[in-house]
C-alpha cells in the first residue's frame, strides 16, 4: 500500500494475530504497569503536520522478546474538530495500526497491547516512525476534518507513567459529561463495529447509560463520530418503538443488530446478561459472570492477576465471553457501564453482585448503592467460594434472601411432587404436541422453549413409565 513502508499495509491485516513464539517484542499489555492511548484537539499553531516524535528508545534500540511501557500520543487541529471527538480519534488508533502487516493491537485507553511480530521486524519494521506514518495517512484519509496531525510514541518509562496519570484525568472528565442522561431522554442510540475483525457478528449498542463495552466510546462520542464519518463504523441508531423498557428492548437496535450482524443477532436486551444479552467482542473491559453457587454475579476486570472467586482466570473466562456471542452469564462490561443506574437492572443490579476485585470496587464503590456498598466481597475478603458464602450470610446481603426464598419454594414443592406420584398416572404431565407443562411450579411451553443447565446437578427420585397404548396401565 505504501512503498516507504517495509510492510504491507490494509485492512486485510486486521484481526491478525501475534502469539508469543512469533512476537519480536510487545508494548503494554499485562506485564506491564503504565501505558495508554490518547487524542487531543489542539490549535494549529501547536501541531506540526506530518510529525512523528519518539521519546525514549525507538524499537530497534529495545531488546527482543521484551515487553515495554508506552504512551500514544495523537495531536490533532482543524476548523471544525472539536474536543467532543478527541474519544473516537483515539479509538481509530486501534484500528489503522492494526492495519500495518505484522503489528497487533489490543484494549484501549489506559489498557494498551501491541506486539510487533519477529517477520516485521525482519522486514524492516523496526521504528515507531513507519507506524506513525501509517497512522498520519490513514487518519487523513478516513477523516479529512483532520487538516494537522502529529503522533508521538513515548517509552521512556518516567515520561510513560507522568502522562498515564494525566490521561486518567482526560478520560474521567469524558466518561463523567454522559452521566446524568437517560436512556428515555434521547430518539437515537449509536452503534459501532470497529471489532468485527475480532469479532464478526459484534456489534455494540452504546446509549447514555451502556457505555460501549470497550470504554472508550460514550454517547456523545457516537453521536460526534457519525456526524463527522456517517459512513464510518460508527453509525446512528434509530431507537424505533421502546418494546420493554425494563430489559431495554428497541425495535430500531434489534433490527440495525440484525443488519449488521448480517442476521446471527436478532435481538438485544441491554440491561440484563441473560435471555438477549448485548453481545461480548474481546476489548470488554470487564467480566460480570453468574456464580450459581451463590446465585449472585462476580465482575473480574482485564489487569486482574489470578483466578476470579469462581477459580478462573479473566483469560478464560474472556474466550467464553467474546466473540461475538451472547452468552448467558458471562458479559462483557465496561467499568462506565457498572457506574450506570441501568447496570444489570434486569438481573437485580448491584444488589445481585457478590464479588469484585478491590481495584474495580475502589473505582466504583460511589456508585454502589448505599444499603449494599460494604455487603460485597473483594479479592482481599474472600479467596473461595465457602468464604464467599460466609462472608455473604455475615453482611446480610440482598442474594442471602434469594437463597432462602428458593429453599421456602423448594420445600412448598415437595408436597406437590409427592401429590403428583401418588395419583400417577392422571396427574403425570402430559407433554403432547404444544401442550403446556408444569414442573415444580416452573411453568413451561414444551416447543419453543430452550432450557440451559449450567452447572446443575438433577436429582431423580422416583420415574415414572406409562403405558400409553390400549391396555391401561
Ligand atoms: S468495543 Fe464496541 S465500541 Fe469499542 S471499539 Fe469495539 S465495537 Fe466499537
Known sequence: MFQDIPVDVGIAYEGERIRRPQMYLEFGGPKVKYKFELARVRKPEEVEDGKVKIVGPDIKDLPEGSSVPLGILVEVAGSQ?????????????????????????LNQRYDIWCRLSKEAFRKGLNSFTYIGKVMIRLYKADLPIIEKIQVTFITDPKEVERMYHEALKIYEARDARARGLRDEDVE????????????????????????????????????????????????RIPKGE????FKGEYSGVNKVVQEKSLGAIKRVWLYTAFGYPHTSCGCFEAIAFYIPEVDGFGIVHRDFKGPAINGLPFSTMADATGGGRQVDGFHGISIEYMRSPKFLQVDGGWRRVVWVPKAVYERVKDFIPEDV????????????????????????????????????????????????VAAAPEAVPQITGMTGVSISGIPMAAGGLRIILKGAKIRIDKVVIKRTGSGGK
Open 81 to 105: 474538530l472539536e474536543e467532543d471527538l478527541e474519544g473516537i480519534i483515539e479509538r481509530r488508533i486501534h484500528e489503522f495500526t492494526n492495519y500495518i502487516n505484522g503489528f497487533m493491537h
Open 373 to 420: 456498598r460494604d455487603k460485597i466481597a473483594t479479592d482481599e475478603d474472600v479467596k473461595t467460594i465457602e468464604e464467599l458464602i460466609e462472608f455473604l450470610k455475615a453482611k446480610g446481603h440482598p442474594v442471602v434472601e434469594r437463597w432462602k426464598e428458593k429453599e421456602a419454594e423448594k420445600v412448598e414443592a415437595k408436597p406437590v411432587e409427592a401429590e403428583a
Open 188 to 235: 437515537e442510540f449509536y452503534g459501532c463495529t470497529l471489532c468485527q475483525s475480532f469479532a464478526p457478528t459484534h456489534v455494540c449498542v452504546i446509549t447514555p447509560q451502556r457505555y460501549a463495552n470497550c470504554g472508550a466510546i460514550s454517547w456523545f462520542d457516537g453521536r460526534a463520530a457519525s456526524k463527522v464519518d456517517p459512513k464510518g463504523p460508527i453509525f
Open 242 to 245: 421502546c418494546l420493554d423498557p
